[in-house]
């Protein structure tokens, strides 16, 4: 059973800057793409980054324009573990975060296998 664990959220001031994790089992994670999304409240979800295997050990990253230069996705298939460091946060920047396994339409994976359950991010000015 494919498990997705998300962390590192929290409440930050503007301009500060955050880590999540998330951390997937039940699958063999070096396979597949991972992707970080993003619902504020009143909004649809919306696609923050995400990472898939290129050629050879290369890894394709995309990302959105409002957070291109911010965050940087990363990943550790040793620890089956996503990340995303964001940097320079804004309060737009404010909403419930999730990582989705197998899914990164920016880059032509339109399939999702599991989501997490989310982490908070809250930006205050």
């Known amino acids: 059973q494919v498990q997705v664990v998300e962390s590192g959220g929290g409440l930050v001031e503007a301009g500060g800057s955050l880590r999540l994790s998330c951390t997937a089992s039940?699958?063999?994670?070096?396979?597949?793409?991972m992707g970080w999304f993003r619902q504020a409240p009143g909004k649809e979800r919306e696609e923050v980054s995400c990472i898939r295997w290129g050629s050879g050990p290369t890894y394709y990253a995309a990302y959105a324009d409002s957070v291109e230069g911010r965050f940087t996705i990363s990943r550790d298939n040793a620890k089956t573990t996503l990340y995303l460091r964001m940097v320079s946060l804004k309060p737009e920047d404010t909403a419930m975060y999730y990582c989705a396994v197998g899914l990164c339409p920016m880059l032509g994976v339109p399939d999702v296998v599991k989501w997490g359950q989310g982490t908070q991010v809250t930006v205050f000015s």
């Open positions: 039940g699958l063999t994670f070096a396979d597949y793409t």
